[in-house]
């Protein structure tokens, strides 16, 4: 008999059937190991935005031209990333990398180190253009990067 105590009938005088212990405790391990969710920590960067900056702060007519800002769209016709320093078109990761070094650059000369280079990206941009950007700085040991608060969302759309 499976699960039945072998022996002496005085050791143990009431047989236990430990058959369907052993089935529900391997069940909940099945079900456990199945539903468990592993942390996932791809796609994911840490960020410090700063407090005094954003939606929530009062906008600075100076503090907007203290800035090199790389805008990027998406163009609907050709399916790609349209990027755009300046009023200058750029396609070439090396060419929109030397014109964000040079830049940077100038406001190194012009006594100002701390000059962000910022990042403004419409919704539709993938987030790996967005990222491509963000490595041509860090290439060039540009650390301030910061992002644009897009635009507000047309009156009336949810």
Known sequence: MAGASMGDEGENPIAINVT???DIIFCLCVFFMISFKFKQLEGKFD??????????????????LDEVRV??????VAQKTVRQL????????DELAALIKEAHDDWVKMN????????????RVPWEAVIRV???????????????LGAPPPVGAK
């Open 20 to 22: 369907p212990l052993v």
């Open 71 to 76: 805008a990027m769209f998406w163009d609907e």
């Open 134 to 148: 963000m490595n041509l700085c860090k290439r060039n040991k540009i650390d301030k990067i910061e992002f644009a």
């Open 86 to 93: 300046r009023t200058r078109r750029v396609d070439d990761d």
């Open 47 to 64: 960020s410090w935005l700063p407090k005094n900056k954003g939606s929530a702060g009062s906008v600075q007519v100076e503090g907007i």
């Open 112 to 123: 100002k180190p701390e000059t962000p280079v910022t990042i403004d990206a419409e919704a």
